[in-house]
């Protein structure tokens, strides 16, 4: 069964200090895989799209990377702004459906 | 602006009373989907549709219908018969699922549905 578990689900850093949101999947030949940053009463906003193991991508402060099993969304030096829900997302081969995780809540402090 | 517009942004539902929530998308995305949310939980699909005139259920699509009779809308209908439809609802759109590469969602604004 096509499974996705992001950790931790909740995730308090001070502003500046570093760290890593994992998301584990288990998928039946991956698509894709996808972050998306979700603000409290809003729609996710799309951050990016990982196809293979090994590949990355950088937006700002978010580092996103990808193997077999999991992909990690690294944010460095944080700012109270970047506080916000990350969504993970799969994609199998073969289907239209996107499998979500539920989500690490980040909170960043001044 | 291209985008997603979902409507109405909050909506009220009286025990056994059908609603309607609207999607629109301005993106020409031929595949469009709807999501349930709820505090604590990933995004679950309700219904999904690549084409006009054609649609697929999702994982819950129990108590739910829709519709695809024009590719910009795909409206979402909570029906009497969810038992539980207070949620946040999402509507989201890619492009032609067989375009040849992996095009991700973009999502809509949300409705929040509270039954009262």
């Known amino acids: 069964e096509d499974q996705v578990t992001q950790s931790p689900e909740a995730l308090r850093l001070q502003e500046g200090e570093s760290s890593s949101l994992n998301c584990s999947y288990t998928?039946?030949?991956?698509?894709?895989l996808f972050w998306y940053r979700q603000d409290p009463g809003k729609g996710p906003e799309f951050l990016f799209t990982?196809?293979?193991a090994g590949e990355e991508k950088e937006k700002e402060r978010l580092k996103a990377t990808l193997t077999k099993k999991e992909s990690f969304l690294h944010i460095t030096a944080p700012k109270p702004e970047d506080s916000a829900t990350y969504l993970c997302a799969v994609q199998a081969r073969g289907f239209n459906k996107f499998y979500f995780g539920s989500g690490t809540k980040l909170n960043v402090k001044p | 602006d291209g985008g997603i517009t979902q409507s109405p942004k909050y909506l009220f539902r009286k025990e056994g009373q059908n609603v309607t929530l609207s999607c629109e998308q301005n993106l020409n995305h031929d595949a469009m989907y709807w999501y349930r949310q709820d505090p604590g939980q990933g995004l679950r699909l309700i219904y999904y549709s690549q084409i006009v005139n054609d649609f697929q259920k999702g994982d819950i699509a129990e108590g739910y219908s829709v519709s695809r009779e024009k590719k910009e809308s795909f409206p979402l209908t909570v029906t009497s018969a969810q038992k539980n439809p207070t949620a946040f609802y999402l509507c989201?759109?890619?492009?032609?699922?067989?375009?040849?590469?992996?095009?991700?969602?973009?999502f809509g604004p949300g409705t929040r549905l509270t039954v009262l």
């Open positions: 998928v039946s030949g991956l698509r894709g």
């Open positions: 990982l196809y293979s």
């Open positions: 989201a759109s890619r492009t032609h699922p067989l375009a040849g590469s992996y095009n991700e969602q973009f």
